[in-house]
């Protein structure tokens, strides 16, 4: 049973591009969470998504960052008009059924995003 | 909103010492995970604890809930250089949203 997948492992942007985050959960997982993770820093929590729709956004930045989960296909970060500040490692956890029951989150291997 | 405190930020220890790191929650808390992440990876689930006052072990690892449930803590018995990484304490808001919240984790370094 492969783990929640995340492409690409490494991403390289410069300021103004945009970049493009994907995330594959677990077989038979339908929750998947979006969390940011600065150099020596915890995780912060930013969307919470289940098929076709947005649960929480409530940690997500109101500007240039948008997320979705197709019915089909994988989970998508994205990241407008990138800056430097932007630049971290971005975590996909999913989770077979809502988190408050008790459901732990399995975490994707990230996307370490560099913005020169 | 929800704020989770995590401390020692770091801790060195000789191998074979015991080291502990302990999570205080703003809120109270409708359970607690534990995840460990090594140098370059990925935070991998550790446990969850769910009822006021819970303990439980996992070999040399032994998790403790408070009766309160909003504090919560991680022993390691006779650490060994496999430990190293940092291991970071997630609080889910009791009747709150859905996300974890994370402690900033404590970086755990074994000196050999």
């Known amino acids: 049973n492969a783990g929640v997948m995340q492409n690409p492992r490494h991403l390289v942007r410069r300021r103004g591009q945009e970049a493009r985050l994907r995330c594959s959960p677990m077989k038979g997982h339908s929750h998947v969470y979006w969390y940011r993770q600065l150099p020596e820093e915890g995780l912060k929590f930013m969307v919470y998504?289940?098929?076709?729709?947005?649960?929480?956004e409530s940690g997500m930045p109101k500007e240039r960052f948008s997320a979705e989960f197709p019915k089909e296909g994988p989970s998508i970060l994205r990241i407008q008009q990138v800056v430097r500040g932007d630049s971290a490692a971005y975590f996909c956890?999913?989770?077979?059924?809502?988190?408050?029951?008790?459901?732990?989150?399995?975490f994707g291997p990230g996307t370490r995003l560099l913005v020169l | 909103g929800q704020q989770v405190m995590q401390i020692p930020q770091y801790q060195h220890v000789q191998e074979g010492e015991d080291f502990t790191t302990y999570c205080n929650s703003s809120t109270t808390l409708s359970n607690i995970q534990w995840y460990k992440q090594r140098p370059g990876g990925h935070p991998v689930f550790l446990i969850q604890?769910?009822?006021?006052?819970e303990v439980k072990k996992q070999k040399r690892l032994t998790f403790q809930f408070g009766e309160a449930k909003k504090n919560s803590s991680l022993h390691i018995t006779a650490t060994q250089t496999t430990d190293v990484g940092t291991y970071f304490c997630a609080g889910l808001k009791f009747g709150g949203s859905y996300q974890l919240t994370f402690g900033k984790g404590t970086k755990l370094s074994v000196i050999p």
């Open positions: 956890a999913s989770s077979p059924r809502l988190a408050e029951l008790q459901e732990t989150q399995y």
């Open positions: 604890l769910v009822k006021s006052g």
């Open positions: 998504l289940q098929k076709e729709n947005i649960i929480d």
